[in-house]
């Protein structure tokens, strides 16, 4: 069944509660979930505009696509969120690792960046910046929930997140330098 109605008052259960314990839907460590969660959704939705990109990475001397690069980030994701709600998954420092070793090899491939650029470009370089912005709020939630005590949070992921934004950002900007998009840089007029 896909409903229980026990959340229908405005309550709901995390992993670690104790029998019978509920928490307000409106508790800040939910508002960081439904962001991970709505991370975790664009990634699949920047997966399915990703099918026109060629393969970009060698990782561990593997040829890497990105859909399957977008999966490993999913599959990585929902550990920070089993963490966050009381579970006993983890995020390892080798899964930080994987993530700079894609930035490192996209960084590579493209000219250094000398400016803030404008979003945009093609379809997947876009979406890619929007998935960045929603990587970055849901880093911000899950600090302010581990800085105001209502959740242990390990550093390693907080870690992920800031490397997770700046995988998508480096990504996003392959995408539109392999569709031919050159970057634009603000006028500041």
Do not use: W
Not at 4 to 23: A, I, M, P, S, Y
Not at 39 to 58: F, M, P, Q, R
Not at 119 to 133: E, F, M, N, Q, S
Not at 153 to 165: A, V, Y
């Amino acid at each position: 069944m896909l409903y229980t109605k026990k959340g229908d008052n405005g309550t709901t259960k995390l992993f670690d509660c104790q029998e019978g314990q509920r928490v307000s839907k409106g508790a800040l460590v939910f508002e960081a979930l439904g962001t991970l969660d709505e991370l975790n959704c664009s990634i699949g939705y920047a997966k399915t505009l990703a099918h026109t990109t060629e393969d970009v990475a060698y990782i561990g001397g593997a040829k890497i696509s990105y859909p399957e690069i977008l999966e490993i980030f999913q599959q990585n994701l929902f550990s920070v969120q089993g963490e966050l709600a009381g579970g006993e998954v983890r995020i390892a420092m080798k899964h930080v690792a994987f993530l700079e070793r894609v930035i490192d090899e996209i960084d590579t491939l493209l000219p250094p960046i000398r400016s803030f650029i404008i979003p945009g470009g093609g379809t997947c370089g876009a979406y890619l910046d929007v998935t960045r912005t929603i990587a970055r709020r849901a880093e911000r939630l899950i600090v302010m929930v581990r800085d105001r005590g209502e959740r242990a949070i390990q550093d390693e992921s907080i870690q992920f997140l800031n490397r997770l934004s700046s995988a998508l950002y480096a990504m996003a900007r392959f995408a539109n330098y392999q569709e031919g998009y050159s970057e634009q840089k603000p006028l500041y007029n």
